[in-house]
């Protein structure tokens, strides 16, 4: 089961023509697009793992990783169903072409996720993972419903997503007035929101699912910190549409850019909000 499989093709942009996440914001095209998602794994894989270790995967699980990126959780989560299947699918297959290579249960899908035909003809799963995907997504309503579909029965829809109190706290400083710049340039053009991430407990339990549970981890972002490396990488990337598209000056954001290098600076990051649902058994 090696190599890349693609079931079918689709243009860069959505039918409507509106630019998606990795037409040309966070596009695997950019030289520094690896190094800011190895920053992201870094900061977020031992509490992803660990929530779905929890979950007591069994060797001959099918797993789905949705959006699977560099596919660094999927090829570890191929590592504990050596009986079983890990598709990690996603619209730009180039990141984890090497790492199907090297594993014969993992399977890389050229995949656009948002299409529900193209979810329906991947099976179902013991496991449905997707991290930090559906906030990207105009659709997203449409795409979890796709996805909890994909739930066979006894088995886990696991969602994680940012939350963020950095952008709530009274004082405004220069990393938090581009954090919630950033928010807003990526809603107007992207489609990004995270505004229902709270919700997700009550939307899983609409999809019928049982045992929903979820939890929230906040790490920091300071001098030392994976998590500040991704922030001035993500804000490197958007620098010139956060000055176009906001009402942020140049030295503002460069001031929030310096910070990070700064030993005297400790800011909470935006948290990753996970939320697990059982698709019951009977």
Not at 98 to 110: E, T, V
Not at 163 to 181: F, H, W
Request: charged fraction near 25%; aromatic fraction near 8%; hydrophobic fraction near 40%.
């Amino acid at each position: 089961m090696k190599g890349v499989s693609e079931p079918e093709t689709f243009s860069a942009h959505s039918p409507n023509d509106r630019e998606r996440y990795g037409d040309a914001v966070f596009t695997q095209d950019l030289d520094d697009e690896p190094a800011r998602l190895a920053a992201l794994s870094s900061t977020y894989d031992h509490i992803s793992k660990s929530q779905i270790l929890r979950l007591d995967p069994q060797a001959a699980w099918r797993c789905l990783d949705a959006g699977s990126g560099p596919g660094v959780l999927a090829a570890w989560l191929a590592t504990h169903v050596p009986d079983g299947e890990v598709v990690a699918a996603d619209r730009d297959v180039r990141l984890l072409e090497q790492l199907s290579a090297r594993h014969d249960n993992l399977r890389s899908m050229k995949v656009d996720l948002t299409d529900r035909d193209s979810l329906s003809a991947l099976g179902t799963f013991d496991l449905v993972h997707a991290r930090f995907v559906l906030m990207h997504q105009r659709t997203w309503p449409e795409m979890m419903s796709g996805l909890a579909s994909l739930v066979a029965p006894g088995g886990w829809l696991v969602l994680s997503d940012f939350v963020d109190l950095s952008t709530d706290l009274i004082e405004p400083t220069p990393y938090r007035r581009v954090m919630s710049a950033m928010w807003d340039v990526l809603r107007s053009t992207i489609g990004t929101d995270i505004s229902w991430v709270p919700t997700t407990p009550s939307l899983l339990r609409k999809e019928g699912l049982c045992d929903v549970r979820t939890e929230v981890f906040l790490p920091s972002a300071d001098h030392r910190s994976s998590a500040a490396r991704f922030w001035r990488l993500t804000w490197g990337q958007l620098h010139d549409r956060l000055l176009t598209h906001s009402d942020l000056d140049s030295s503002v954001l460069a001031d929030a850019l310096a910070s990070f290098s700064d030993p005297d600076f400790t800011e909470l990051s935006p948290g990753m909000m996970t939320t697990m649902g059982r698709r019951p058994s009977g």
